[in-house]
């Protein structure tokens, strides 16, 4: 599954991540990673989501 989204949107899921998961810093969700892949895997973790889970979970976003 592929989670494609727009950099320009990006802004508006980190108010949805937040609200759905509390526990997110500013800091958890600032793109600051070379690949979207890189990215998703950290936050994976903190969210003890697989990978896959989270791209799902942001596509319904």
Same mark, same amino acid.
């Not at 997110?24 to 896959?52: C, P, Q, Y």
């Given at each position: 599954?592929?989670?494609?989204?727009?950099?320009?949107?990006?802004?508006?899921?980190?108010?949805?991540?937040?609200?759905?998961?509390?526990?997110?810093?500013?800091?958890?969700?600032?793109?600051?990673?070379?690949?979207?892949?890189?990215?998703?895997?950290?936050?994976?973790?903190?969210?003890? $989501?697989?990978?896959?889970? $989270?791209?799902?979970?942001?596509?319904?976003?």
């Amino acid at each position: 599954m592929s989670t494609d989204f727009d950099i320009n949107k990006w802004n508006s899921i980190q108010m949805d991540l937040k609200r759905k998961y509390p526990q997110l810093t500013n800091a958890d969700l600032m793109w600051r990673h070379e690949t979207k892949e890189d990215f998703f895997k950290i936050l994976a973790v903190k969210l003890k $989501l697989s990978r896959r889970e $989270l791209e799902k979970m942001i596509a319904s976003l």
